[in-house]
């Protein structure tokens, strides 16, 4: 229950961290390609370290992470080779699974935060990384105030985040100008938009239904701008319940856009890049989504592409938003050398590195530094805009709570959209929850 | 002559290297799958005795129940789809009829090929955007028909059991053929000579005589229901919100994924139990006298 | 033999039926060739026609992007090797129960054969343990060994059948020969029985090939993975890529259709023999 509390506390640091990172001029350059301020012993051992990482195909942004591996292989002081693979989201978390069970895991993985690194951590397949933080200050100082919090497991700390993340709407400006709407500033405004645009005949939001989490993050974000920061701190320290009447409210608000028709037919027999190729393609108007797909929009969408936040059904709770950290890593217990693994978390972490995701991918930075809006295209320097914005930010509820009711919090939002009466969905998720407690 | 074939050590080279092997991998696991289905373990840290609380658990979770029904679901869809079909299949082929080889060859290649890609193949077909069978729906004048099959909460078993339905009625009906094959045919003729029709002698002559096969054939119908797994993992994944998860996929999930290894077992174990029981059942349900030619 | 109206128009509506679903049970495969010639584009706007042009861009790229190669020869590994020594041991055991004199032969017999009706699922989890602590995760014998014990049951239970049947002469003749049991096996026994031992070895070679579950579970290495893993993996990866997908599902099926196609008799009788000796 520790956990969760400063999971919410750094949310809202973070979001602070995320303003405060623009007024503060830090300027220090932190390229540790090959600085070597790791260890003073670092030798040239060479060899080999495996690795892991979310990622498919259809994401722009691979051939960048690809860069900076084969650039840490070039220049790293230990010699070492980074060899990493992608793979798909529900595949990856089958393999982790499976290799932490087996004692394979590679060097160095992809995580994510809270309650998914958790029972790796307790059964110590994980190496603490604290005191490579605490032997580099300006490494540690580097990250957005809180972030690290989020990967910290009894004041150690496990893994560092890469990159911070949160949904917003991204909309095809096109479109909207064509129906002569507006960004909308309140939920009803919203709603009519969507109204609008189905008349039209455009598909007014992409929508996935086979991975139950894209839903999930959408009624997430409903029921944020219902209840507010409280929902999600009442829950997590166990004073609300999941099937408290802002999340009933939520899925029924959900439950009445598919009624409505404003998700593209057989969207819940569609894979997430299907749905994704709808909105690239401009065929929907819309698209609710992290973040991390904003390089992809632009691509595909150019200046086209644009990115709002949902408004809040309750005007109060405007810009509180599901988003947290993202991709972040974490060196395994049984890596061979555990330095160089470090060194490549670093090197990763560069600011050159970050900024180069940023500009070029519009991939938001864990790292404090200074951004130059400048050198982003409009909708990076959109999201960036947003996300500075944010009063407040809740982790996505599946890593927050991991695979039980995480899980099981998104699969009941595809009930919902399936037609099920959302206090009745609800209801169960919470009884889920309470017999999950000692499986 | 007994020295020869009573050697104990030459029965014991002939025996042992397989029986080793298949105590070991098979039989042992299958105990040690029943004694991990009393612990809750995530194979990480040390595991904890919980005596049947996994099993209490199991059927309090609305998931595996959803689960449980969808595979009874699935073995009497099986069961309905398959005999009837395979038995009408076998009967004509059966009977001398020009390109009889051909046809069988046919029906029987389907289950032959791997679950994965039979799964993937029937994805395309059942695709919402570029799918057979929306496409032959437009075609037909039934474009109001057309959805993403997969997707519905109410179809997608249905959808499911067509392709195992697809992919092994030729198996089933091979099995059928086999077995009347095996009725003489002078059986036949002093029918055909008594005048009794073809549907005479099938119901005097065929089915009672096959009846035993088919006993065998429905417990290998319920069995290899019970074991479905790839073409569910691969066609919808268990989902929309579990309306195809099969006890199998939820296993896998409950252990791969939740690193529950304990309860995944529990899973593991009423698994083997039905397919005990289904075996006893049919044993009892299609109990027949001794067949005599 | 003079046929009858109604015998006439009843042959029709077999002929109807048997055609029907011939067209059922090919088309989709056929489909499924002709539109791996296609681009993702001809897909969508035209699912039944012919390809515009006959590319193999699509195999080029299963094949170098999706690995499909390498996946095909883990398969082929993994599936030879399997079958190979569940051949030769399975109709060791098979001899020995059928010909040698010895109490247990019955009761072993039985304990084999109980195994047809043991799900692997009630399994796999003490194999990943068990596995995990002989450090053979991930190597080709973690999947080799288990599809090894799986099969005997259905191969023993084949073989016997088939041995059960040979007329005792021979062996006697062999001995007086001054045959040893070993030579009585190898050149008497396996070449009589070579017609079970090749259905048994593709009905085998055929479970081992297509099966998903305990590759999945045992091999985490994309490079030792077999075809049918590789097909989920590839269908993660390029899930919106479906012509290439295609043509890596057309790559997976060739072999056991060739199989099947050359050797269709064995194998259709090895599949349903056991079922119908019950």
């Given at each position: 229950m520790k956990k969760r509390l400063a999971a919410l506390l750094l949310c809202i640091t973070m979001a602070a961290g995320l303003l405060a990172g623009c007024?503060?001029?830090?300027?220090?350059?932190?390229?540790?390609?090959?600085?070597?301020?790791?260890?003073?012993?670092?030798?040239?051992?060479?060899?080999?370290?495996?690795?892991?990482?979310?990622?498919?195909?259809?994401?722009?942004?691979?051939?960048?992470?690809?860069?900076?591996?084969?650039?840490?292989?070039?220049?790293?002081?230990?010699?070492?080779?980074?060899?990493?693979?992608?793979?798909?989201?529900?595949?990856?978390?089958?393999?982790?699974?499976?290799?932490?069970?087996?004692?394979?895991?590679?060097?160095?993985?992809?995580?994510?935060?809270?309650?998914?690194?958790?029972?790796?951590?307790?059964?110590?397949?994980?190496?603490?990384?604290?005191?490579?933080?605490?032997?580099?200050?300006?490494?540690?100082?580097?990250?957005?105030?809180?972030?690290?919090?989020?990967?910290?497991?009894?004041?150690?700390?496990?893994?560092?985040?890469?990159?911070?993340?949160?949904?917003?709407?991204?909309?095809?400006?096109?479109?909207?100008?064509?129906?002569?709407?507006?960004?909308?500033?309140?939920?009803?405004?919203?709603?009519?938009?969507?109204?609008?645009?189905?008349?039209?005949?455009?598909?007014?939001?992409?929508?996935?239904?086979?991975?139950?989490?894209?839903?999930?993050?959408?009624?997430?974000?409903?029921?944020?701008?219902?209840?507010?920061?409280?929902?999600?701190?009442?829950?997590?320290?166990?004073?609300?319940?999941?099937?408290?009447?802002?999340?009933?409210?939520?899925?029924?608000?959900?439950?009445?856009?598919?009624?409505?028709?404003?998700?593209?037919?057989?969207?819940?027999?569609?894979?997430?890049?299907?749905?994704?190729?709808?909105?690239?393609?401009?065929?929907?108007?819309?698209?609710?989504?992290?973040?991390?797909?904003?390089?992809?929009?632009?691509?595909?969408?150019?200046?086209?592409?644009?990115?709002?936040?949902?408004?809040?059904?309750?005007?109060?709770?405007?810009?509180?938003?599901?988003?947290?950290?993202?991709?972040?890593?974490?060196?395994?217990?049984?890596?061979?050398?555990?330095?160089?693994?470090?060194?490549?978390?670093?090197?990763?972490?560069?600011?050159?590195?970050?900024?180069?995701?940023?500009?070029?991918?519009?991939?938001?930075?864990?790292?404090?530094?200074?951004?130059?809006?400048?050198?982003?295209?409009?909708?990076?320097?959109?999201?960036?805009?947003?996300?500075?914005?944010?009063?407040?930010?809740?982790?996505?509820?599946?890593?927050?709570?991991?695979?039980?009711?995480?899980?099981?919090?998104?699969?009941?939002?595809?009930?919902?959209?399936?037609?099920?009466?959302?206090?009745?969905?609800?209801?169960?998720?919470?009884?889920?929850?309470?017999?999950?407690?000692?499986? | 002559m007994k020295k020869v074939f009573g050697n104990k050590i030459n029965i014991a080279v002939f025996v042992l290297p397989a029986f080793l092997l298949y105590a070991v991998f098979a039989l042992v696991p299958i105990g040690y799958n029943v004694y991990l289905s009393f612990f809750q373990t995530d194979m990480m840290s040390p595991a904890k005795f919980v005596g049947l609380k996994n099993y209490i658990n199991l059927f309090n979770d609305g998931t595996f129940t959803r689960a449980l029904r969808n595979n009874i679901f699935m073995v009497m869809g099986s069961l309905i789809a398959h005999l009837p079909l395979a038995l009408l299949f076998g009967n004509i082929l059966f009977q001398k009829i020009k390109g009889s080889h051909f046809f069988q060859t046919v029906f029987f290649l389907p289950c032959v090929i791997c679950g994965v890609a039979v799964g993937l193949t029937w994805s395309f077909v059942y695709n919402s955007e570029f799918g057979l069978l929306n496409k032959l729906l437009e075609i037909i004048g039934l474009g109001s028909l057309k959805q993403a099959w997969l997707a519905n909460k109410n179809l997608?078993?249905?959808?499911?059991?067509?392709?195992?339905?697809?992919?092994?009625?030729?198996?089933?009906?091979?099995?059928?053929?086999?077995?009347?094959?095996?009725?003489?045919?002078?059986?036949?003729?002093?029918?055909?000579?008594?005048?009794?029709?073809?549907?005479?002698?099938?119901?005097?002559?065929?089915?009672?005589?096959?009846?035993?096969?088919?006993?065998?054939?429905?417990?290998?119908?319920?069995?290899g229901s019970l074991k479905y797994y790839d073409l569910v993992a691969v066609m919808t994944g268990g989902g929309p919100n579990h309306a195809t998860e099969l006890m199998s996929t939820y296993m896998f999930y409950q252990g791969f994924r939740t690193l529950k290894y304990g309860y995944s077992s529990a899973i593991g174990v009423i698994l083997l139990l039905l397919c005990i029981c289904s075996v006893l059942l049919s044993n009892l349900v299609f109990r027949s006298e001794a067949v005599e030619y | 033999m003079k046929t009858s109206l109604k015998d006439r128009l009843l042959l029709v509506i077999k002929y109807v039926i048997l055609a029907a679903f011939t067209l059922l049970c090919l088309y989709p495969i056929f489909w499924l060739i002709l539109s791996s010639f296609k681009t993702n584009e001809e897909l969508y706007t035209n699912p039944w026609g012919l390809p515009a042009v006959f590319r193999i861009a699509n195999y080029a790229q299963a094949i170098v992007q999706g690995h499909i190669l390498r996946y095909f020869g883990n398969s082929v590994i993994i599936a030879l090797s399997a079958v190979v020594i569940s051949v030769i041991l399975s109709s060791m055991v098979s001899y020995a129960i059928t010909r040698m004199d010895w109490k247990l032969s019955k009761l072993t017999l039985n304990i084999f054969i109980i195994g047809m009706m043991i799900p692997v699922y009630a399994m796999i989890i003490p194999l990943f343990s068990m596995f995990n602590k002989m450090g053979l995760l991930n190597s080709y014998l973690s999947v080799i060994i288990p599809q090894i014990a799986i099969s005997f049951p259905m191969s023993i239970f084949i073989m016997t059948g088939f041995m059960g049947s040979i007329p005792r002469e021979l062996e006697e003749a062999a001995v007086m020969d001054g045959c040893n049991i070993y030579q009585i096996f190898w050149r008497i026994i396996t070449p009589i029985s070579k017609s079970s031992i090749v259905t048994v070895g593709v009905v085998s070679f055929?479970?081992?090939?297509?099966?998903?579950?305990?590759?999945?579970?045992?091999?985490?290495?994309?490079?030792?993975?077999?075809?049918?893993?590789?097909?989920?993996?590839?269908?993660?990866?390029?899930?919106?890529?479906?012509?290439?997908?295609?043509?890596?599902?057309?790559?997976?099926?060739?072999?056991?259709?060739?199989?099947?196609?050359?050797?269709?008799?064995?194998?259709?009788?090895?599949?349903?023999?056991?079922a119908v000796k019950g």
């Open positions: 007024g503060k001029g830090n300027t220090g350059s932190q390229d540790t390609g090959g600085s070597g301020s790791v260890d003073a012993e670092g030798k040239k051992q060479g060899g080999e370290l495996t690795a892991m990482c979310v990622g498919t195909e259809s994401d722009t942004y691979l051939p960048a992470y690809k860069a900076i591996v084969d650039e840490f292989n070039k220049t790293n002081e230990y010699g070492v080779t980074v060899n990493m693979g992608f793979y798909e989201n529900e595949q990856y978390k089958t393999k982790l699974t499976t290799l932490m069970a087996s004692n394979a895991v590679p060097d160095i993985f992809f995580t994510w935060e809270l309650a998914y690194l958790e029972p790796f951590v307790s059964g110590g397949k994980v190496t603490d990384i604290t005191s490579y933080l605490e032997g580099d200050q300006e490494w540690k100082n580097s990250f957005s105030g809180g972030t690290l919090d989020l990967l910290s497991y009894d004041d150690k700390i496990y893994a560092i985040p890469t990159q911070k993340s949160l949904c917003v709407m991204f909309y095809n400006k096109k479109i909207f100008k064509d129906n002569n709407i507006a960004v909308p500033t309140t939920y009803e405004d919203f709603l009519k938009a969507c109204d609008t645009l189905k008349t039209a005949g455009v598909i007014p939001m992409a929508m996935c239904g086979t991975d139950a989490w894209i839903p999930a993050q959408f009624v997430q974000q409903i029921s944020n701008g219902i209840a507010g920061m409280d929902l999600y701190n009442g829950i997590s320290e166990g004073t609300r319940k999941w099937n408290d009447a802002a999340h009933v409210e939520a899925a029924g608000e959900l439950q009445k856009m598919v009624d409505a028709g404003y998700f593209q037919n057989g969207y819940i027999g569609m894979s997430p890049e299907e749905s994704t190729a709808l909105f690239t393609s401009g065929k929907a108007a819309m698209y609710f989504m992290g973040a991390w797909d904003s390089s992809k929009v632009s691509e595909a969408l150019k200046e086209d592409g644009g990115a709002f936040i949902l408004p809040a059904k309750n005007p109060e709770y405007n810009n509180v938003s599901v988003g947290s950290v993202d991709t972040c890593f974490a060196v395994s217990a049984n890596c061979k050398n555990k330095d160089a693994a470090v060194a490549f978390l670093k090197f990763w972490t560069s600011q050159v590195n970050e900024e180069k995701l940023l500009y070029d991918q519009g991939r938001m930075p864990a790292g404090n530094f200074e951004i130059d809006s400048s050198k982003l295209n409009s909708l990076f320097a959109e999201v960036v805009n947003l996300s500075k914005q944010q009063k407040g930010l809740t982790p996505w509820w599946d890593r927050a709570f991991g695979a039980g009711e995480g899980v099981e919090f998104n699969n009941t939002c595809v009930a919902v959209c399936g037609g099920e009466e959302p206090q009745k969905a609800f209801d169960s998720l919470q009884q889920f929850a309470e017999d999950n407690a000692d499986r | 997608a078993l249905f959808c499911v059991i067509i392709v195992v339905m697809w992919q092994f009625v030729g198996y089933h009906m091979i099995i059928q053929i086999a077995a009347m094959k095996n009725i003489p045919g002078s059986l036949y003729e002093a029918a055909g000579l008594d005048g009794a029709s073809k549907w005479k002698q099938f119901t005097a002559i065929t089915f009672p005589l096959i009846k035993p096969i088919l006993k065998v054939d429905a417990v290998l119908i319920i069995t | 055929i479970n081992v090939w297509n099966d998903l579950l305990l590759p999945q579970i045992f091999l985490t290495d994309s490079s030792k993975m077999t075809l049918p893993v590789g097909l989920t993996e590839f269908q993660g990866q390029y899930s919106t890529d479906y012509v290439t997908m295609i043509a890596a599902v057309i790559i997976t099926i060739i072999p056991s259709v060739v199989v099947y196609i050359l050797l269709h008799r064995n194998i259709m009788e090895g599949m349903v023999a056991g």
